[in-house]
């Protein structure tokens, strides 16, 4: 299918013309009359307000708190081409979405504006007023509804009006056409009553293209015009929309729960796809898809590949290939989590032993895996600093590698900024925090990510492994081929941690007699 229009004009026609070749679309009169008559009236009902509204108000009054006189530009981002004129699942940049509510498919092409207003005259008290400018569902009497294949309802289904988003989000929403002015009005230095901008850049090149043309014909010396300077004003945006999610608010660690709750039962049904997979040639595919079917049923989407990595596979951090065979004996590494509606994720991994119970050595490995992640969630509270769950669960490890003979030098050296020898077999950090993003708040400055204390409200992963390679030959054989990571997602109260993905058996008598219920 598509929506091109015919053309004739074979010898001189451009190439990029030639997808319309394809197209037998009717051009008469009397189709468009018919097309655009006697469709039964559009409701006039507005949907209700979302919870989410509530939340996001309170987060755009904190970025205008920020951002005094300045003009704010967060695009959601277009859709992206995944071949040649289809695209991927469309979704928004999470910066978008955490200031609007917006989740799940809203809106292609987007774009929130924080005008400036005069002080305390903005929205709530602060210092902007946010519109939103989208593309509204076109009416059926237009050609848009069936020829446009991307935004026509014919194509895609009904999408909002102007007043259904403004009524489920609280929020002034304005068509796209207004865009383009509402970025470039008044645009200058403010010695001349002037308004600068700041962009989150890299979103939408289009909004980027649009910004760098304002800002270059409203420069007073346009020649000499510092882009860097430039660049390092939208940076810090970009870092102040990072920071913003640092502390989930309570609607954000409920949508969190649900992903949890869906990746648990994603868990379920791979625990329960194991024999076929066992049977299959790339039994690691069956283990995707029984997790993929999950996600798409309860959730909007995965929230990242989910690496299924059986085997000597297990130990490749981000195996998503997931071709290989799955093997009785061998251990399963499944890492995956289920994005909401909302497109707040899960990130969670056990490692299972495929056959149903660990071998000895599986199990040795396994257990130290697990005591580094309680060791890490034993001191997770407010007040500890981010990067130390790091260091409590790597000397766990380095312990344990101490005690099997295969650490070449002391645990002490080992953990020594000059050492670190232990981290050949987990190379990867122990935590980081998740939201919208699997690794999100990944623009905070380092002050407020690995250097600062845990805070109630963050969420974040405890996640350790060890991961021992076939062709290691620095370790007995025994260890060879084994991976296992253990991954949990972690909320901070004021009084401590709670472990969200808990409902999943952690501990490796847990996971086998999990295991035997479901394939009893
Ligand atoms: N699944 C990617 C990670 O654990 O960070
Ligand atoms: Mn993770
Ligand atoms: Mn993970």
Redesign the pocket.
């Known amino acids: 299918m598509n929506d091109a229009e015919h053309t004739t004009d074979a010898s001189t026609q451009p190439l990029e013309d030639r997808v319309n070749n394809r197209s037998q679309r009717p051009s008469s009169d009397a189709f468009k009359a018919f097309m655009a008559s006697s469709w039964a009236p559009a409701s006039q009902e507005l949907p209700a307000e979302e919870a989410v509204a509530a939340h996001a108000a309170r987060r755009r009054r904190a970025i205008s708190e920020q951002f005094k006189g300045e003009r704010l530009v967060i695009p959601a981002g277009p859709h992206k081409v995944r071949s040649n004129d289809t695209d991927y699942r469309f979704r928004p940049h999470s910066a978008f979405a955490h200031l609007t509510g917006l989740g799940v498919d809203h809106e292609p092409d987007a774009v929130l504006i924080l005008e400036p207003t005069d002080d305390g005259q903005g929205d709530d008290g602060g210092h902007h007023h946010a519109t939103l400018y989208f593309r509204p569902m076109a009416g059926r009497d237009t050609e848009q509804f069936y020829a446009d294949a991307r935004s026509g309802e014919f194509w895609i289904g009904p999408r909002p009006s102007l007043a259904d988003l403004k009524a489920r989000l609280d929020l002034a929403t304005a068509h796209l056409d207004e865009l383009e002015v509402a970025i470039t009005k008044n645009v200058g230095a403010s010695e001349i009553g002037g308004i600068s901008i700041r962009l989150l850049r890299k979103v939408d090149e289009n909004i980027d293209a649009l910004v760098d043309t304002a800002r270059y014909n409203t420069a007073q010396d346009p020649e000499n015009l510092d882009l860097s300077q430039l660049d390092a004003l939208d940076e810090k945006l970009a870092e102040a929309l990072s920071e913003l999610r640092l502390i989930k608010d309570e609607w954000e660690v409920e949508q969190l729960k649900l992903a949890v709750a869906a990746t648990v039962e994603g868990f379920h049904e791979v625990v329960k796809a194991l024999p076929r997979a066992v049977a299959h040639h790339r039994g690691e595919r069956v283990v995707e898809g029984a997790f993929f079917a999950k996600a798409r049923e309860e959730g909007n989407d995965l929230g ?1 590949d989910t ?1 299924a990595a059986s085997g000597n596979n297990a130990t490749i951090l ?1 195996w998503i290939n997931n071709n290989g065979q799955v093997k009785e004996g061998d251990l399963l590494l499944l ?1 995956a ?1 289920v994005e909401a509606e909302s497109l707040y994720t899960a ?1 969670i ?1 056990r490692t299972l032993p495929v056959n149903g119970t660990f071998s000895e050595v599986q199990r040795r490995v396994y257990e130290a895996v697990l005591d580094a992640a309680d060791a890490a969630f034993a001191a997770a509270r407010p007040g500890l600093k981010f990067r130390e769950l790091h260091q409590i669960a790597t000397r766990v490890l380095a312990e344990r590698l101490a005690e099997w003979g295969l650490l070449p030098v002391t645990v002490e050296e080992a953990v020594s900024e000059s050492g670190q020898q232990h981290r050949r077999w987990m190379p990867h950090g122990t935590s ?1 925090h998740l939201g919208m993003d ?2 999100d708040c990944a623009q905070a400055k380092r002050e407020l990510y690995l250097d600062a204390e845990l805070a109630e409200g963050m969420v974040f ?1 405890i ?1 350790p492994g060890l991961y021992f390679k076939s062709e290691d030959l620095a370790i007995p054989e025994e260890y060879r081929g084994i991976g296992v990571r253990i ?1 949990d997602d972690i909320l901070v109260t004021a009084d401590g941690a709670v472990n969200l993905s808990a409902a999943l058996p952690r501990t490796a008598d847990d996971v086998e007699a999990w295991m035997a219920s479901l394939r009893a």
């Open positions: 990242y690496i981000h890492d989590g990130d991994t980081h699997v690794h992963t996640e991954e």
